[in-house]
Nanobody, 115 residues
Framework: QVQLVESGGGLVQPGGSLRLSCAAS????????MGWHRQVPGKQRDLVAR???????VYADSVKGRFTISRDNAKNTVSLQMNSLKPEDTAVYYC?????????WGQGTQVTVSS
């Protein structure tokens, strides 16, 4: 089992910034991918960004140039720096862990972008 604990959500005005963090603990493999997805009510959960153990990064087109994902392999943490936030970024953001055989989700953290 892997436990994921997220932090950093909240309310921000359009154009503002937020930083999300996620810490993984438990039975963590040497090679794994961590990332962030987001979901709004009535819609599917979509990838925002993910990063492999080797540092390979994938971003959704909608966040390229505004969001930056990073990880600390020694601490088993992943962070998402979100800049130039837009109202359409409003969603519940979920941390995700995947290794060769297992996938886990965090509990989610609300991000609201509104004036």
């Amino acid at each position: 089992q892997v436990q994921l604990v997220e932090s950093g959500g909240g309310l921000v005005q359009p154009g503002g910034s937020l930083r999300l963090s996620c810490a993984a603990s438990g039975s963590i493999y040497n090679s794994y991918t961590m990332g962030w997805h987001r979901q709004v009510p009535g819609k599917q959960r979509d990838l925002v960004a993910r990063i492999t153990s080797g540092g390979r990064v994938v971003y959704a087109d909608s966040v390229k140039g505004r969001f930056t994902i990073s990880r600390d392999n020694a601490k088993n943490t992943v962070s998402l720096q979100m800049n130039s936030l837009k109202p359409e970024d409003t969603a519940v953001y979920y941390c995700n862990y995947n290794d060769y055989a297992h996938g886990y989700w965090g509990q989610g953290t609300q991000v609201t972008v509104s004036s």
